[in-house]
């Protein structure tokens, strides 16, 4: 690794210098992100304290949901803190920590949703053989390979951004590190480090999408030969939820890329990034909720447990 120059800490230039929209988004991202904890430590205790919910299937949305917690986790709170008392500076190892752990759940994230699609797949296409494919097992072991395929993605592309120099700025034109802001104001040669955040991206976002649309492909085929209409339409509601989560997912994220370089696209691109780590996973929990009768079932029966204390009887003396 090179010797790196005397900068010690970053500027997290944000979103805006307005204090009264600096306010609006504080609120705002104050909400999202209460709602985004509160929702998916829901789905993660109504997963493991139900027993109806010990399937494939919701034991692959409780390990999306601790995701969703640790994504938005990365960037929002720093955000807040950042507008809340003004200060916009970030050590250079709080960067590039904040960084990985972004690119690291956000990889792991798109590799999970490929994994929901294959489960969502088999059981559709091989029910009997359902539970023999998908045991408990297989199911651990592929999402240890999501945490594993993502860091052997990740790491030589962050090993790489970490050895860049920067000498005369170190104004991030975000409101978190990320990779593009941090090549611009590097005074090394940025070269071999852009064509592999484009390849990495490029290989995450490409292999997932692969096999979602392959799953997907899949399973309308099968769907479409069932004899009755209410046959069709259960297995149609079992994907559902799993498929808006993906088309917001990958819709973002397309967004972003197809974008050019220019200011007012930097501008848009930084606004749809701040909506995709504090809308999505205040979204996801609602989505796989409203839509299943499970779920809501199990919470309702969660409600039912919980101990209230009785209500005290007041006597009136004739």
Request: hydrophobic share 50%; net charge positive.
């Amino acid at each position: 690794m090179r010797n790196h120059t005397t900068i010690t800490t970053f500027i997290l230039l944000g979103l805006t210098e307005d204090p009264y929209l600096q306010v609006l988004i504080l609120i705002f991202l104050l909400i999202t992100y209460m709602l985004c904890i509160s929702g998916n430590l829901t789905i993660i205790i109504l997963t493991w304290a139900d027993a109806h919910l010990k399937t494939p299937m919701y034991f692959f949305l409780q390990n999306f949901s601790f995701l969703e917690i640790l994504l938005t986790t990365a960037s929002i709170p720093r955000f807040m803190y950042s507008i809340s008392t003004g200060d916009r500076t970030i050590t250079y190892t709080a960067c590039f920590v904040q960084l990985f752990f972004i690119d690291f759940f956000t990889a792991s994230e798109f590799f999970l949703l490929a994994i929901m699609s294959y489960d969502r797949y088999v059981a559709i296409c091989k029910p009997l053989h359902y539970m023999t494919i998908m045991s408990i097992r297989v199911c651990r072991t592929m999402v240890i390979c999501c945490w594993v395929i993502a860091v052997f993605i990740i790491l030589p592309l962050f090993c790489l951004i970490v050895s860049l120099e920067f000498c005369d700025s170190n104004a991030i034109n975000h409101f978190a590190c990320d990779e593009l802001p941090l090549l611009e104001i590097s005074c090394s040669d940025t070269w071999l480090a852009a064509r592999m955040v484009t390849a990495c991206a490029g290989l995450i976002f490409i292999t997932t999408l692969v096999c979602v649309v392959l799953s997907y492909i899949s399973i309308m085929k099968t769907i479409l030969k069932f004899p009755s209409a209410k046959q069709r339409k259960k297995a149609f509601s079992t994907c559902s939820s799993h498929m808006i989560v993906v088309s917001i997912s990958y819709g973002s994220c397309i967004f972003i890329y197809i974008k050019t370089s220019g200011k007012e696209d930097v501008e848009i691109n930084k606004s749809v990034s701040l909506l995709i780590a504090s809308i999505s996973p205040m979204l996801s929990p609602f989505i796989y909720t409203l839509r299943n009768k499970q779920v809501k079932q199990a919470f309702i029966d969660l409600i039912k447990k919980i101990p209230f204390p009785p209500r005290n009887k007041v006597c009136l003396n004739s």
